[in-house]
């Protein structure tokens, strides 16, 4: 999450916009906010409706939630999903920021051909 | 073990109420960002 407010301008730079999902209830999501001061939409889901939906592991033998990260273009499509294996399993920004710029220079060639 | 989303394929849309009491419903970004989903293993 810190590496997320990190490159929060990056992201702002490839026109995305972030939204964090957790298992953890309103209360919590405003604490964390406010005490890291994070600059993205936190979204909390103690339902896990969205978190079933994008079918985020969970790892009983590890006790926990695999992190997952997905891009949705602006065309509302599913263009890039990671779900992870391990706690760390986290893919680099820069890969993610990387994977935006294509997509952006894609929308991009699309409207001016 | 959860079903992933296929790729290439509209996401699924959802709305949920965020941390600010605000709506957010996915489809509201169509056409004007992109959106990176962060699925959190929990605040640590």
């Known amino acids: 999450m810190a590496q997320l407010r990190q490159d929060f301008s990056k992201f702002q730079a490839q026109e995305t916009e972030i939204i964090v ?25 103690p339902t896990h409706s969205i978190l079933k939906l994008y079918g985020q592991e969970v790892n009983l033998f590890k006790l926990g939630r695999m992190p997952a990260v997905v891009i949705v273009d602006k065309q509302g499509i599913a263009r890039f999903a990671h779900y992870g294996h391990a706690m760390s399993d986290i893919p680099e920004n820069e890969e993610v920021l990387l994977t935006l710029q294509e997509l952006n220079e894609e929308a991009l060639q699309r409207r001016t051909a | ?27 509201d970004f169509r056409h004007k960002a992109n959106v990176l989903l962060v699925f959190n293993r929990g605040f640590v």
Request: glycine share 10%.
């Open chain 1, 21 to 45: 999902v957790g298992p953890e209830d309103a209360g919590a999501f405003k604490e964390y906010w406010q005490a890291h001061k994070l600059p993205f939409t936190g979204l909390p889901d």
């Open chain 2, 1 to 27: 073990m959860g079903k992933r989303i296929p790729l290439e394929k509209p996401a699924p849309d959802f709305s949920l109420t965020d941390a600010n009491g605000q709506e957010v419903r996915l489809s």
